[in-house]
Antibody, heavy 119, light 113 residues
Framework: QVQLVQSGSEVKKPGASVKVSCKAS????????IHWVRQAPGQRLEWMGW????????KYSQKFQGRVTIIRDTSASTAYMELSSLRSEDTAVYYC????????????WGQGTLVTVSS | DIVMTQSPDSLAVSLGERATINCKSS????????????LVWYQQKPGQPPKMLIY???TRESGVPDRFSGSGSGTDFTLTISSLQAEDVAVYYC?????????FGQGTKLEIK
């Protein structure tokens, strides 16, 4: 069965960076896209960006442009999301989710990774 | 950016009764070339990631009970639960995947009356 397993919780200081991993199994990794979505306390789900796991194409939300980088390692069937210049407002649960490489809904999600930004 | 607005913010329905959640997009998410609405509904229970229920506005995901249905086109969409069960208590989100950023509604919290 399709599984996306994310790395564990992180605590970071303001100004630092965090890198969250998302390991895929149960399907051909390079045939799909991986999207990243975050959920801050009391806020709606927020889309951050996506990567075509096949060709490596990326697109980011303007809100995070310049601070977010999404990459993938096809040999490990793993996608990564790195967010830099962290501030307290970045405290959230970060999810990866699978979708078709053409436009499509997110049919499988990782379990989420809590990132806490605190001095 | 396309703004997604759900109504109501919260809803309490008796077991066995119908629950209806609305979602409105600030611009059409109907793609003319394939006549599909790029709209999905998710269910999220506490401590869990979202779960896809309905995609292309009205296509039920495999394994989702048939009491869940989606309707609408263009800018106005509805998620209906025909007979509420206890396990349906959750927050429901709509999302558009017509254009980036793929925006979400604010969520509707569904409870038992």
């Amino acid at each position: 069965q399709v599984q996306l397993v994310q790395s564990g919780s992180e605590v970071k200081k303001p100004g630092a960076s965090v890198k969250v991993s998302c390991k895929a199994s149960g399907y051909t990794f390079t045939s799909y896209a991986i999207h990243w979505v975050r959920q801050a306390p009391g806020q709606r789900l927020e889309w951050m960006g996506w990567i075509n796991a096949g060709n490596g194409y990326t697109k980011y939300s303007q809100k995070f442009q310049g601070r977010v980088t999404i990459i993938r390692d096809t040999s490990a069937s793993t996608a990564y999301m790195e967010l830099s210049s962290l501030r307290s407002e970045d405290t959230a649960v970060y999810y990866c989710a699978r979708a078709p490489t053409t436009a499509g809904a997110f049919d499988n999600w990782g379990q989420g990774t809590l990132v806490t930004v605190s001095s | 950016d396309i703004v997604m607005t759900q109504s109501p913010d919260s809803l309490a329905v008796s077991l066995g009764e119908r629950a209806t959640i609305n979602c409105k997009s600030s611009q059409s998410v109907l793609y003319s070339s394939d006549n599909k609405n790029y709209l999905v509904w998710y269910q999220q229970k506490p401590g869990q990631p979202p779960k896809m229920l309905i995609y292309w506005a009205s296509t039920r995901e495999s394994g989702v009970p048939d009491r869940f249905s989606g309707s609408g086109s263009g800018t106005d969409f509805t998620l209906t639960i025909s007979s509420l069960q206890a396990e349906d208590v959750a927050v429901y989100y709509c999302q558009q995947y017509y254009s980036t950023p793929h925006t979400f509604g604010q969520g509707t919290k569904l409870e038992i009356k």
